[in-house]
C-alpha cells in the first residue's frame, strides 16, 4: 500500500485558544526517493509521494522526451531497492530495441527535488524538449464559468491534502468541467508526471480537448510538460512564470493563471477561453 501518509505526534499550541501546550497525533504528507531505472541503468531520482510511480516514471519519461507512446515501453515494474525493510522505491522500465537510450552526459543526470522538476540540468538546451504534438489548432472552447468551477473541484477531490494541507494536484479535465482523473505529490511536477503517466497508459494521448489543472503556479517545466502531453490549455490557481508565457505562446497553448473563483488572468491564446 502507498505510504501517502505518516502520523506523529506534535506540540500543539494556539495562543487564540487556551495558550496550554498539548500533545496531539498529525498527519505529515510522505516524502521519499523514486529511482527511475531505464534497462536497470539508473536514470533519474525524484523525491515524490509514493503512490502511482510505474504513472510517474512513464510521465516522466515521455515529459522528458526520452519515449514517445506507451508502445516503447515493454515493462514497467517496482523494484525492492537496498532499503529494509522493502520500500519499493525504484521503478525498471525496459525499452523497446528499437527506442534509443536515453542520454546520459552530465547535463541529463536528473536529480529532481519536490520543490523543482529540473535540477541537475546542466545546460538551457537540456532544459527544453519538443513536443510530437501541435495544440495551436485544437477547438477547445471553455466558458469562463466553468473554468472558475474548477479549483474548488480540484479541492474537492484531493484527499491526502485534506489531512496534511502538504500536497500539490493536478486534475485533467473535459471541456466541460469534469474531472477524469487526479493525482497528488508533495511535488507538482510529479503529480502532473502521474496524470501525464496515466493517459499514457490509458491510450490517450494526445489530450486533444482537455483542461490540466495545477495546484500552485504555473511554471516552465509544467507548461512543457502539458505541451508534451498535446494539452491545449493549462490553468493554475497561482501566478505563471515568465518562461511559462513564453513557452505557451509558442505552443499555441492558452495559459490561465490565479484562476480564484469568477477571476482569472488568461495570458495566451486568449480565443479558447469565452465570456
Known amino acids: 500500500m502507498a505510504r501517502t501518509m505518516t502520523r506523529r505526534p506534535v506540540v500543539k499550541i494556539d495562543l487564540d485558544g487556551s495558550g496550554e501546550p498539548r500533545r496531539r497525533p498529525d498527519d505529515l504528507a510522505a516524502e521519499e526517493p523514486l529511482e527511475i531505472r531505464v534497462r536497470k541503468q539508473p536514470l533519474a531520482v525524484t523525491m515524490r509521494t509514493p503512490g502511482h510511480d ?40 525496459a525499452l523497446g530495441a528499437e527506442v534509443p537510450p536515453p542520454v546520459t552526459d552530465p547535463s541529463r543526470n536528473f536529480y529532481t527535488t519536490s520543490s523543482c522538476g529540473v535540477c541537475g540540468k546542466a545546460s538551457i538546451d ?35 491534502f485534506a489531512r496534511t494541507g502538504g500536497l500539490h494536484a493536478a486534475g485533467l479535465f473535459t471541456a466541460d468541467g469534469e474531472l477524469v482523473v487526479l493525482r497528488e505529490d508533495v511535488g507538482r511536477h510529479n503529480a502532473v508526471d502521474k496524470v501525464i503517466g496515466w493517459a499514457l497508459r490509458e491510450g490517450r494521448l494526445p ?13 516552465f517545466e509544467l507548461t512543457q510538460k502539458a505541451w508534451m502531453a498535446g494539452l491545449p490549455l493549462l490553468a493554475a490557481v497561482s501566478a505563471p512564470s515568465t518562461l511559462a508565457a513564453e513557452l505557451a505562446d509558442e505552443a499555441g497553448m492558452t495559459l490561465v493563471g490565479f484562476l480564484r473563483g469568477p477571476s482569472m488572468n488568461v495570458y495566451t491564446a486568449t480565443h479558447r477561453v469565452t465570456v
Open 54 to 93: 510505474i504513472d510517474l516514471a512513464m510521465g516522466f519519461l515521455l515529459t522528458e522526451g526520452i519515449i514517445g507512446t506507451a508502445g516503447d515501453v515493454v515493462t514497467a515494474q517496482l523494484c525492492a531497492g537496498t532499503d529494509t525493510p522493502n520500500t519499493y522505491n525504484v521503478v525498471d522500465i
Open 126 to 160: 537540456a532544459v527544453r524538449v519538443r513536443s510530437r504534438f501541435s495544440v495551436a489548432d485544437d477547438p477547445l472552447s471553455v466558458p469562463a464559468r466553468t473554468l472558475s468551477l474548477l479549483p474548488e473541484r480540484l479541492r474537492a477531490a484531493q484527499r491526502t
Open 207 to 219: 489530450l486533444t480537448g482537455h483542461i490540466l489543472l495545477v495546484s500552485g503556479r504555473a511554471s
